[in-house]
């Protein structure tokens, strides 16, 4: 008799199987969607294919498409993180503190150098500590992470507005705001930083021993533990990552706004959730590539600036948001199903 398979190796076989079968109707069909919106938009709205459009597109895109990267790496292992738009906006905060204490009005270039990347390393150790520590009670207590990312969300915002009394922080140097607009043969930097952010964030999920763990333990935790991979360390670097990945939005955030507050993007938490699920990430984990969340955020973006263009309320296009989520939730929960009525 032959032996059965042991968990480890069931783990496998699981994720491989995953891997192989793709996002529910996989980046072509996104692609499609995203070439059907364009070009339904462009034949009702005079305008709407026009360069003035593509470069509204990719400044408003970045700050949202960074988020959702945040969020996408811990949605890979089966969690979640609640926390990225209070990491953000935190991290913001203290880099505009840093600079509007230490700078003054003489400063040379020089000393405006040291106190920016002074700034930035303040915002970057942030970020690293509270993904560490969202990590490690993620890790070491079991706890699940909607619940230790709701509770360090609630105390990061809690502290962010205590600080500010909820106030907007402003008196960054005038090269935050260039930057926020500036152009590189036509593309705005904050778009080249997503794109930049994407790939090597892509490159890690789909190419590192880390990102593969992260789809084993999001496919199977238990048999993950069987291949002698440590997971509470993966979950620690999970959440640091994502953390990290709220830095580089807090750059593009303070560019972007030329200041920072505890309110900004709260409406962003659940469109990052949207746009992964709509790209292919499996919200169980196990399964999920950067290439259909860009996608996704193209799509989701197309819809808001087509809805914005014709005149439409924002609450409506919320609603949209809304509904393709619901529909794309069902269509993953009945295809397992199709799938095996077609087999018998």
């Given at each position: 008799m032959a032996e059965s398979a042991s968990p480890a190796d069931a783990g496998l076989n699981a994720l491989m199987t995953r891997l192989r079968s793709g996002a529910p109707g996989g980046s072509p069909g996104l692609l499609a969607l995203l070439v059907v919106l364009v070009a339904g938009f462009s034949v009702s709205i005079p305008g709407f294919a026009s360069g003035a459009t593509l470069q509204s597109f990719m400044l408003q895109l970045p700050l949202l498409g960074l988020l959702s990267l945040a969020m996408v790496v811990p949605l890979i292992t089966g969690g979640l993180n609640l926390a990225i738009i209070a990491t953000t906006n935190q991290c913001a905060m203290l880099m505009v503190f840093v600079m509007r204490t230490l700078l003054t009005p003489e400063a040379g270039n020089a000393t405006l150098l040291g106190v920016i990347l002074l700034a930035l390393l303040a915002g970057l150790l942030l970020c690293v500590a509270i993904g560490?520590?969202?990590?490690?009670?993620?890790?070491?207590?079991?706890?699940?992470?909607?619940?230790?990312?709701?509770?360090?969300?609630?105390?990061?915002?809690?502290?962010?507005?205590?600080?500010?009394?909820?106030?907007?922080?402003?008196?960054?140097?005038?090269?935050?705001?260039?930057?926020?607009?500036?152009?590189?043969?036509?593309?705005?930097?904050?778009?080249?930083?997503?794109?930049?952010?994407?790939?090597?964030?892509?490159?890690?999920?789909?190419?590192?021993?880390?990102?593969?763990?992260?789809?084993?333990?999001?496919?199977?935790?238990?048999?993950?533990?069987?291949?002698?991979?440590?997971?509470?360390?993966?979950?620690?670097?999970?959440y640091t990552l994502s953390s990290v990945m709220c830095f580089v939005a807090a750059l593009v955030s303070l560019a972007l706004f030329n200041s920072a507050s505890a309110d900004y993007g709260q409406s962003y938490l659940l469109v990052t959730i949207l746009a992964a699920v709509l790209g292919g990430v499996d919200p169980f984990g196990g399964f999920g590539k950067v290439s259909g969340l860009m996608i996704a955020l193209a799509i989701l973006q197309v819809i808001s600036s087509g809805f914005n263009q014709l005149g439409l309320s924002p609450y409506l296009t919320a609603a949209i948001w809304g509904l393709v989520l619901i529909a794309v939730m069902a269509v993953q929960t009945i295809r397992p199903y199709l799938s095996f009525g077609r087999r018998r």
């Amino acid at each position: 008799m032959a032996e059965s398979a042991s968990p480890a190796d069931a783990g496998l076989n699981a994720l491989m199987t995953r891997l192989r079968s793709g996002a529910p109707g996989g980046s072509p069909g996104l692609l499609a969607l995203l070439v059907v919106l364009v070009a339904g938009f462009s034949v009702s709205i005079p305008g709407f294919a026009s360069g003035a459009t593509l470069q509204s597109f990719m400044l408003q895109l970045p700050l949202l498409g960074l988020l959702s990267l945040a969020m996408v790496v811990p949605l890979i292992t089966g969690g979640l993180n609640l926390a990225i738009i209070a990491t953000t906006n935190q991290c913001a905060m203290l880099m505009v503190f840093v600079m509007r204490t230490l700078l003054t009005p003489e400063a040379g270039n020089a000393t405006l150098l040291g106190v920016i990347l002074l700034a930035l390393l303040a915002g970057l150790l942030l970020c690293v500590a509270i993904g560490l520590v969202t990590g490690a009670l993620i890790a070491y207590t079991g706890v699940h992470p909607i619940l230790v990312t709701l509770g360090t969300k609630s105390l990061i915002d809690g502290i962010s507005i205590y600080l500010t009394r909820g106030q907007a922080q402003s008196g960054i140097p005038d090269i935050f705001a260039r930057a926020g607009t500036a152009l590189v043969l036509g593309i705005p930097v904050s778009f080249l930083v997503l794109a930049g952010a994407a790939y090597l964030l892509g490159l890690v999920l789909r190419k590192t021993p880390f990102g593969i763990s992260c789809a084993m333990i999001g496919s199977n935790i238990e048999a993950t533990r069987f291949s002698a991979i440590d997971t509470r360390r993966v979950l620690v670097g999970v959440y640091t990552l994502s953390s990290v990945m709220c830095f580089v939005a807090a750059l593009v955030s303070l560019a972007l706004f030329n200041s920072a507050s505890a309110d900004y993007g709260q409406s962003y938490l659940l469109v990052t959730i949207l746009a992964a699920v709509l790209g292919g990430v499996d919200p169980f984990g196990g399964f999920g590539k950067v290439s259909g969340l860009m996608i996704a955020l193209a799509i989701l973006q197309v819809i808001s600036s087509g809805f914005n263009q014709l005149g439409l309320s924002p609450y409506l296009t919320a609603a949209i948001w809304g509904l393709v989520l619901i529909a794309v939730m069902a269509v993953q929960t009945i295809r397992p199903y199709l799938s095996f009525g077609r087999r018998r």
